[in-house]
Every structure is written in structure tokens, then in C-alpha cells.
């Protein structure tokens, strides 16, 4: 194992271990604050790779703005740091099972696609900047993951108007 497979697994042990202290948390500023130690190691993960505009961006943009916001709106609106009550609904295993089964079947999905195991091509040329939205936009590139990354997002404002609107 060469030194920056050793750096990559340490750092990617690390962004595991603070994603599931994230969710893992029973309070909100410290589950904030492991969100915004998890997204660095992202961004330490991209500089492994050699990605830095990548790297760069995941900083300005995850870390200085978003997690930022985050605790601006978590201190700015917190009402009482006490438990009011029970944290699960009744119903969770349904949800966890369907969650399951989804990953499954995408995984499947991605494994049984041909080429999906190939490597595109390296980005070499004048502009990476413009390489790399062409590589974005390219069916035979990064299409597929831009677009799973997008409905992500999607996905994950509707559950943040879901939750924003339940109010019991």
C-alpha cells in the first residue's frame, strides 16, 4: 500500500465516522459541527485525487456557506434544547427496509450497466474549467453520476419541506 492509499483510507475513514456521528447526534450544533468536519474531509479526499477546483469549491461553497448557514439558522432559531418527546415514529422500519431495498437494486443497477466500471479519460488541455463542464454534459463521462447527484438534491429538498411542514 503506497502513502496515498494510506491517506485516502484515513481520510475516508474519518468522513465515515463523522457522517454517522452527523445522524448519530442527539444535539443539533454538535451534529453541525461533524457535518462540517465530514465535508472537509471531502474536500481533503478531492486534493487526494488531485481535484482541486473541485476541492476548492467543496470548501467555499459546502463549508464556508452552506454549513455556516446552517449554524446561523440553528442558533438564530433553537427553542428549547430538551427532548419534547419520542425521536422515532412507530413506522421506521418500513421506511429503513424500502431504503434498503432502493440501494439495492441501484446497486445492481449500476453493476449490471456495461461500463460502468471503466475509468473516463483524464482531462488534459487549455481550460480544465471548460473540459470539465464538457465532461459533466458527456453521456460517456460523468453524465450519469451529474444527474443521480441532481435528484439527490431534489430528493433532499423535498424532505426538507416535508419536515419543515410537519408541525405536531
Known amino acids: ?10 481520510i475516508s475513514a474519518v468522513v465515515l465516522v463523522s457522517a454517522v456521528l ?3 447526534s442527539r444535539n ?14 471531502v474536500a481533503a479526499l478531492f486534493a487526494v ?3 482541486g477546483f473541485i476541492a476548492v469549491v467543496q470548501v467555499v461553497i459546502y463549508v464556508g456557506a452552506i454549513a455556516t448557514l446552517i449554524i446561523f439558522a440553528i442558533m438564530l432559531t433553537r427553542r428549547e434544547m430538551r427532548e419534547a418527546g419520542q425521536q422515532t415514529h412507530r413506522w421506521w422500519p418500513l421506511p429503513a427496509l424500502l431504503g434498503m431495498a432502493l440501494f439495492a437494486g441501484l446497486a445492481w443497477l449500476l453493476v449490471s450497466l456495461p461500463g460502468t466500471g471503466a475509468t473516463p479519460p483524464a482531462l488534459a488541455g487549455d481550460d480544465p474549467v471548460l473540459l470539465l463542464g464538457q465532461a459533466l454534459l458527456s453521456p460517456e463521462q460523468y453524465m450519469l453520476p451529474f444527474e443521480v447527484a441532481s435528484v439527490l438534491l431534489l430528493a433532499a429538498l423535498v424532505g426538507a ?3 419543515a411542514g410537519d408541525t405536531r
Open 1 to 10: 500500500m503506497t502513502i496515498a492509499q494510506v491517506i485516502f483510507a484515513v
Open 22 to 24: 452527523v445522524v448519530a
Open 28 to 41: 443539533i450544533v454538535h451534529a453541525a459541527l461533524w457535518l462540517i468536519l465530514s465535508l472537509f474531509g
Open 49 to 51: 485525487l488531485e481535484a
Open 161 to 163: 419541506i416535508v419536515v
